[in-house]
């Protein structure tokens, strides 16, 4: 596609729920990134993949949150047992490499856990 | 860790003035990137301008320009001839490389406000 496309938009769901968020990077980008963005804050970084594999997990914040991109494009973030603290703005990124490329980012999907 | 810090809540100029947004960081390494990114009410973040840490001269990018100070870890964005389609969330941003990530670091932002 022309960008990243994150989908939904908007996801409103209760304590306990489980959830997906999906990112669709831009076609040829080998790097991709989801970061979480709380109200007032900067983004912050949750997990890199390069190709298939998770080549840095280190801000994902506990094993409630895990990532996946199985064919080396569409990358799905799930969350289980959702809890009112996991509400924020989840945004995607790709690069075109992991190193010196610039970062495309898409527009996010925000949650909301009530 | 690599720690990126924005002083600056909310800056206000009118249209047309010129102002800058302040980010100081904190790294020990010696190569890497800086970036300042708008992001508009639709979320998205966009580029506005990149910094590679080696290069000595200040980058530009039409009314967008940075004075980078290496030794004092600071990173402003001067924006000439402020329109009202600045007004925006501005983030700094501070990238390395380990060999195997390049994630970013953020700021807390700055709220920029456009006035007539």
Redesign the interface.
Known sequence: GAGVSQTPSNKVTEKGKYVELRCDPISGHTALYWYRQSLGQGPEFLIYFQGTGAADDSGLPNDRFFAVRPEGSVSTLKIQRTERGDSAVYLCASSLTGYTGELFFGEGSRLTVL | AQT?TQSQPEMSVQEAETVTLSCTYDTSESDY?LFW?KQPP??????VI?QEAYKQQNATENRFSVNFQKAAKSFSLKISDSQLGDAAMY?C?FQF?TG??????????TRLQVTL
């Open positions: 990126v990137y990114y639709s979320r998205q973040m966009i580029l990149r983030f941003a490389f195997t990530a390049s994630k970013l670091t953020f700021g807390t932002g």
